[in-house]
């Protein structure tokens, strides 16, 4: 049994029971049937409308999609429609195909009222929905030339599967993805040399996500730097070079929700996106911390200087909304769905812990691992999560640099870096 209210899950719970074991054998809208008095014992005071059977389970989708829309009775798997507009000699009309006709019990009447139509347009908004079974949205070829981009938008992963992205670019000037690694809560920005798929670079900002929760992420990439923001937050510009190259080439194509290495023999279990995309926007040149935070919470019309494209999923497809024409294609089960407003969602902003390695010259050391460990009291565990603290790591960067961000689960932290046998440690740090 799955319960909604306003077209949104609120409990589930297993039953092994029919419905007839569960109220008898008779049918009432605003009656009991197990009260012993009948049907008027315990009867609803209020008013009820547009009252639908349907003969298989509806998703939460599917649920809020139609929540607000009159149905005609036709519809596929309708059981039974009473919406009270036909009733005659105390018959009220059931629409559907089975016409099982209800009868007017005591003072039930029909009465003239104002639906809660404006709920709709207060509290949600379209976004792309995919199911994790490929299902995706494909861009088109050529997608941009320039050398430096932002992209920007929303998403929800409702699972971590493997590499499963945002978005991936393969057929443009720059070639960038955005996922997260393995199979983690970690985030992953990768940044190849275009068009052979060279001299591949990444960006991991290690256990940072959260499933079933939005977060808005922005990647600046040039050439050769990248730069990335979650909910308006710079977490890191340290990119790792580790040279690995796809063999053979993927294909060039740009997508969202999927990788362009599915398929290939070393990247064959990529897995699309389970989750959900919103306004997602692509960028000429380098977009500021300060312009990103502006207009995060912002719907664009698809009119500002320097977009190259805007897919927004207000009119139901993946269509570019600005004027340059880059229309996606919804594939498989890809769709656009009815969801709650990323407005009404309190992001959270991360904390960090970041600093550099130099040597007793003062010169930079790169390239070596440094480790972030919680201190948690004794046996206790993150809250949630019920389990010990899990440490963090990194290499240090060229300019020997490391930078943690983090949702605290901690109050304080403990720093290690190790190189060979070598190795240092620093405890007590805290945030503020």
Excluded: C
């Excluded at 995919?130 to 088109?140: N, Q």
Aim: aromatic share 8%; hydrophobic share 40%; charged share 20%.
């Amino acid at each position: 049994m799955k319960l909604f209210l306003n077209g949104f899950l609120v409990g589930t719970n297993a039953v092994t029971e029919s419905f007839n074991a569960i109220s008898g054998t008779r049918n009432f809208i605003g009656g009991w049937n197990l009260a012993a008095g009948g049907p008027g014992v315990g009867s609803f005071a209020g008013q009820i409308d547009e009252f639908r059977v349907w003969k298989v389970a509806r998703t939460e989708e599917q649920v809020r999609d139609n929540m607000f829309r009159k149905l005609t009775g036709t519809e596929a798997g309708l059981a039974g429609l009473w919406n009270f507009d036909v009733v005659e000699n105390g018959l009220v009309k059931d629409l559907s195909p089975g016409r099982h006709d209800g009868k007017m019990i005591g003072n039930a009447k029909a009465v003239a009222a104002e639906l809660p139509a404006s709920i709709q347009t207060t509290a949600n908004e379209r976004v792309l929905d995919l199911d994790g079974k490929e299902s995706y949205v494909e861009l088109p070829a050529q997608l941009f030339t320039n050398q430096v981009v932002t992209v920007e938008g929303w998403i929800k992963w409702r699972e971590f599967g493997i590499y499963s992205r945002f978005f991936e670019f393969g057929d443009a000037s720059l070639q960038i993805a955005l996922n997260n690694y393995s199979t983690s809560a970690s985030l992953q920005f990768q940044r190849y040399r275009a068009p052979e798929f060279d001299d591949h670079t990444e960006v991991v900002v290690a256990d940072l996500l959260r499933p079933n929760e939005w977060f808005h992420l922005a990647a600046v990439a040039g050439t050769n730097f990248s730069k990335l923001y979650l909910n308006s937050s710079l977490i890191s510009t340290n990119e790792v070079v580790d040279g690995w190259k796809p063999s053979p080439l993927p294909p060039l194509k740009n997508f969202l929700g999927r990788s362009v290495m599915k398929g290939l023999p070393n990247a064959a279990a990529d897995t699309e996106l389970n989750g959900q995309i919103a306004e997602v926007r692509l960028w000429a040149g380098e977009r500021t911390p300060d312009q990103i935070k502006a207009s995060m919470m912002t719907d664009l019309i698809g009119q500002d200087p320097g977009l190259l494209a805007l897919w927004n999923f207000t009119d139901g497809t993946a269509r570019d909304a600005s004027t340059n024409g880059r229309h996606g294609k919804l594939v498989g089960n890809a769709r656009v769905v009815t969801a709650p407003r990323r407005k009404e969602t309190a992001l959270r902003v991360p904390a960090f812990i970041s600093g550099k390695l130099l040597d007793e010259a003062g010169q930079a050391v790169t390239n070596v691992s440094v480790q972030l460990i919680p201190e948690l009291p004794p046996g206790a565990a993150l809250p949630g999560q019920g389990q010990p603290a899990a440490s963090l790591s990194q290499l240090s960067g060229a300019d020997g640099g490391f930078s943690f961000a983090l949702f605290s689960e901690a109050t304080r932290y403990e720093l290690l870096v190790t190189e060979g046998e070598n190795g240092a440690r620093r405890s007590g740090l805290a945030l503020k």
